[in-house]
């Protein structure tokens, strides 16, 4: 059975930093490429990024370009999203989810951006 | 970017009733598409893959159609616990696009 928890969520001021994890497990890791979606409160589901297998080949959605960086440890089954110059607007709770077609989903992880 | 309308944005039926949303496609995705329930407070879940496919373990009651621009998501017959709100999802091309979502309520 395909497991993902995320973590590594919580409140940062504007402008901070802020890694999420998610570990994998029930699945062979290494294959498959991930993604992370989130949604903010009350609102709909917004693509983030995708990350290939490999993790040579990374995607972003224009509102986190230059700002978000998904990577992953293969030897620890984990993909990351490495968040800077966080914004009011990037409060949302945080999903990973498997392939680039979203396949499972972890539980999510809250981001709360605010002074 | 390819953009998804979903419609309708909400939708109220009874039990027994027969429920179909739409999602179209800005541009061509063949059957590159996804379809989500989602509860309150709850992950997504992905009810159907390539359009048409029933994700294992989703009732048969869930059925997916369409190719090109123009997909359907139908529930043959709504159930209480079919209250949630339902998303499409083209996976054809980057940036992914999700439509704006269905909250179906129960009469």
């Known amino acids: 059975e395909v497991q993902l928890v995320e973590s590594g969520g919580g409140l940062v001021q504007p402008g901070g930093s802020l890694r999420l994890s998610c570990a994998a497990s029930?699945?062979?890791?290494?294959?498959?490429?991930m993604s992370w979606v989130r949604q903010a409160p009350g609102k709909g589901l917004e693509w983030v990024s995708s990350?290939?297998?490999?993790?040579?080949?990374?995607y972003y959605a224009d509102s986190v370009k230059g700002r978000f960086t998904p990577s992953r440890d293969s030897s620890k089954d984990t993909l990351f999203l490495q968040m800077n110059s966080l914004r009011a607007e990037d409060t949302a709770v945080y999903y990973c989810?498997?392939?680039?077609?979203?396949?499972?989903w972890g539980q999510g992880t809250l981001v709360t951006v605010s002074s | 970017d390819i953009q998804m309308t979903q419609s309708p944005s909400s939708l109220s039926a009874s039990v027994g009733d027969r429920v179909t949303i739409t999602c179209r496609a800005s541009?061509?995705?063949?059957?590159?598409l996804g379809w989500y329930q989602q509860k309150p407070g709850k992950a997504p879940k992905r009810l159907i893959y390539a359009a048409s496919s029933l994700q294992s373990g989703v009732p048969s009651r869930f059925s997916g159609s369409g190719s090109g621009t123009e997909f359907t998501l139908t529930i043959s017959s709504l159930q209480p616990e079919d209250f949630a709100t339902y998303y499409c999802?083209?996976?054809?091309?980057?940036?992914?696009?999700f439509g704006g979502g269905t909250k179906v309520e129960i009469k």
């Open positions: 989810a498997t392939h680039t077609a979203m396949a499972d």
């Open positions: 999802l083209q996976y054809n091309s980057y940036p992914r696009t």
């Open positions: 029930g699945f062979t890791f290494s294959n498959y490429a």
């Open positions: 990350i290939s297998n490999s993790g040579s080949n990374t």
């Open positions: 541009q061509g995705i063949t059957n590159d």
